[in-house]
């Protein structure tokens, strides 16, 4: 079946520092990709997503680009800040009738410290 | 354009009781779905309603039930609460049944003593 795997947390960062989390996903065919973030307390919110090959996605200096060859969807920032502390979950919707319903990684919580 | 609302956002319940959980979407928009999270098995995803059909359910077992309303509101219902019932339950609302994506409420922490 459709999983995401995503690299473990804690990550802990000074301000200013560039930022990486790992997500790498199986799936047959062709999912739609999501990084969601949740801050403490608080529900998910939608970061970014992609829907094909190639597709980059990008919102408040976060970015991931879908690679279909290497199965991943990788989350980028070049410079942290504070307020980025939060846990950041991968997902994905697949394809063939699998329309709402969201496979998610286990999360990565990011500590940025100033 | 107001966001998803959940109802209540905190229950506490015991074990061997029934819970009704609310869940209003984003105007507009036509499907709703629903998450358990928990530390242990983080997000799982419980059932996706479209135009009041059930679209997909997940791995979850029968005590756990849901419905839509003609005004795409949707309710979700846990039977025979056990302890490990204890979770955050997340709603999310889309404009279609497709791979749109999805906008989340804030979440009802149920807890099950």
């Known amino acids: 079946g459709n999983s995401v795997t995503q690299m473990e947390g804690p990550v802990t960062l000074s301000e200013e520092a560039f930022l990486t989390i790992n997500c790498t996903y199986t799936?047959?065919?062709?999912?739609?990709l999501f990084w969601y973030v949740q801050y403490p307390g608080e529900g998910l919110q939608l970061l970014l997503k992609a829907t094909k090959a190639d597709d980059k996605g990008s919102n408040k200096g976060f970015e991931a680009t879908y690679r279909k060859e290497t199965t991943s969807f990788h989350l980028e920032k070049g410079s942290v800040q504070v307020s980025d502390s939060a846990v950041y979950f991968c997902a994905l919707v697949g394809p063939y009738n699998q329309g709402g319903k969201l496979i998610f990684g286990q999360g990565t919580e990011l500590s940025v410290k100033p | 354009k107001a966001g998803v609302t959940q109802t209540p956002r905190y229950l506490i319940k015991t074990r061997g009781q029934q819970v009704t959980l609310s869940c209003s979407p984003i105007s507009g928009h036509r499907s709703v779905s629903w998450y358990q999270q928990t530390p242990g098995q983080g997000l799982q995803f419980l059932f996706e309603y479209f135009s009041e059909t059930q679209r997909n359910k997940g791995n979850f077992p029968g005590r756990f039930s849901g419905r839509q309303f003609s005004n795409s509101r949707s309710e979700m219902n846990v039977s025979t609460l056990e302890l490990g019932d204890s979770a955050l339950y997340l709603c999310?609302?889309?404009?279609?049944?497709?791979?749109?994506?999805?906008?989340f409420g804030p979440g009802t922490r149920l807890t099950v003593t």
């Open positions: 999310a609302s889309s404009r279609t049944t497709g791979r749109d994506e999805q906008y």
């Open positions: 799936a047959t065919g062709y999912p739609s």
